[in-house]
């Protein structure tokens, strides 16, 4: 483990107050930060004309890390879609990936290591929660895949529950916001209830777009399938959303991942078609990526086609996502397991 502290773990006037004490202006603290966030180095962008003192660099390295993550995979899918592996300095691993999306490049970032909800058909819940990540744990996220290109969303759907971390993930997004040139409306944060937990992210007060992560309509289905929202019924969470898209005047996602012989059928397309009427919500279905210790179905491309068409058919606006990343670890967590099992990657 690193002794160095992570220079992004200092707040902005902490950071500035750290230089003024070592002699120099507080306002390169603000220039160190951006570059950072930028993706660059300080000693990349010590350029002639950046005009950073020459003992500033040398001094601050003895003390602090410019980024205390390191990556150590990469792999890329089809469809441009690369996830990054990386090694925090406890020696715990994280995925971020950079999506590239069509003129608007965004990050998907973990916000914890591993993931306590548990959904059954998901890699990162399959041994709990390991820990919540810091602050500059996310916000050095971003720093990578801005090395590797440009990010100007940000998605908050990797590993971990965002609302299990919210003040961590709070504190990300505000720098974000002010030094990182990436605002609440480029913002989606995901979450699987219950209603409490989108009422929190609804306090924040900033405008972040919300993703429900549905997965079924009926309570004894999505009970089986997130067995530790059993209790939470699934039209309150939509409700909930409503009252976030009436607060935020953002439409609202509902992220719903389709599952061969389980959530696919015409019926449940029907009924869910129906509870979304009316919703200011948008229906995203994605068709389940394998995981090896994970015993579902992928289901056909027909019937996932049927299920959008019926959806859509009723006025709902609905897209079929294409399986992200399916030729490379796409689904989330696939790739720090296989680094847990010591499998090339
Ligand atoms: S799908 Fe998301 S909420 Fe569910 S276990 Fe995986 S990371 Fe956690």
Request: glycine share 8%.
């Amino acid at each position: 483990m690193s002794a160095r502290r992570a220079f992004l773990s200092l707040s902005l006037e902490e950071a500035r107050s750290e230089l003024s004490a070592r002699g120099f202006r507080p306002v390169w603290a603000d220039r160190l930060r951006r570059t950072l966030l930028a993706g660059e180095l300080p000693v990349e962008a010590a350029k002639p004309g950046a005009a950073l003192p020459r003992a500033l660099l040398p001094q601050l390295e003895a003390d602090y890390s410019w980024l205390s993550l390191q990556e150590t995979a990469q792999s890329r899918a089809e469809d441009g879609a690369v996830k990054h592996l990386l090694e925090l300095a406890d020696g715990e691993a994280v995925e971020a990936v950079r999506l590239p999306g069509s003129g608007a490049p965004s990050a998907c970032l973990s916000s914890q290591v591993g993931c306590a909800v548990g959904c059954r058909f998901c890699a990162s819940g399959l041994e709990g929660v390991q820990r919540n990540l810091l602050a500059h744990e996310l916000l050095e996220q971003v720093a990578w895949l801005r090395r590797a290109g440009e990010v100007r969303r940000l998605v908050l759907m990797g590993a971990g529950e965002p609302t299990h971390n919210l003040r961590e993930v709070a504190r990300a997004l505000d720098v974000l916001r002010t030094e990182g040139g990436i605002g609440p409306r480029h913002v989606l944060i995901s979450t699987v209830g219950p209603p409490a937990a989108i009422r929190r992210i609804t306090q924040l007060g900033r405008k972040f777009t919300l993703a429900l992560s549905l997965h079924a309509l009926d309570a004894e289905l999505r009970a089986e399938l997130i067995p530790s929202q059993s209790q939470v019924d699934p039209r309150k969470l939509l409700d909930a959303a409503d009252e976030h898209a009436a607060a935020t005047g953002r439409p609202y996602q509902v992220e719903y991942v389709l599952l061969g012989g389980l959530n696919d059928a015409q019926a449940q397309a029907e009924a869910l078609a129906q509870a979304l009427q009316g919703r200011r919500a948008h229906l995203s279905l994605i068709p389940w990526n394998a995981v090896d210790e994970v015993e579902f179905a992928s289901p056909g491309a027909a019937a996932a086609e049927r299920f959008r068409d019926t959806v859509r058919a009723a006025g709902v606006s609905v897209v079929l996502r294409r399986t992200l990343g399916g030729s490379a670890d796409a689904a989330c967590g696939q790739l720090r397991r296989r680094r847990a099992a010591r499998l090339d990657v």
